[in-house]
Nanobody, 126 residues
Framework: EVQLVESGGGLVHAGGSLRLSCTASGSTFADYAIGWFRQLPGKEREGISCISSSDGTSYDADSVKGRFTISINKAKNTVYLQMDSLKPEDTAVYYC???????????????????WGKGTLVTVSS
């Protein structure tokens, strides 16, 4: 069993920055895909960014490309999401997620996820 614990959410003004962290513990595995989804009230969960622990291959959704940067510290089993130039429409609950199959970096949807964090709220005020 793998546990994912997020931190770093909060309230920020539009144009500001936040950094989310997610640390994996428990039965961690050698190589995996790990990253972030977000969900607005009444909306489906959206895959926004992920990275392979094997070779650093990453994916960013168009909605965050150029503003959000994902990185990984494999020694710490921690993935980070640096969020810059935040907009009110970025307000959502952000979930850390992980999958055994590193190939899902190119198909980052809820259906491929093996483990979820509990989520952290990001609120961007206008």
């Amino acid at each position: 069993e793998v546990q994912l614990v997020e931190s770093g959410g909060g309230l920020v003004h539009a144009g500001g920055s936040l950094r989310l962290s997610c640390t994996a513990s428990g039965s961690t595995f050698a190589d995996y895909a790990i990253g972030w989804f977000r969900q607005l009230p009444g909306k489906e969960r959206e895959g926004i960014s992920c990275i392979s622990s094997s070779d650093g291959t990453s994916y960013d959704a168009d909605s965050v490309k150029g503003r959000f940067t994902i990185s990984i510290n494999k020694a710490k089993n921690t993935v980070y999401l640096q969020m810059d130039s935040l907009k009110p429409e970025d307000t959502a609950v952000y979930y850390c997620a992980a999958a055994f199959d590193i190939r899902v970096v190119q198909d980052w949807t809820p259906a491929v996820i093996d483990y979820w964090g509990k989520g952290t709220l990001v609120t961007v005020s206008s």
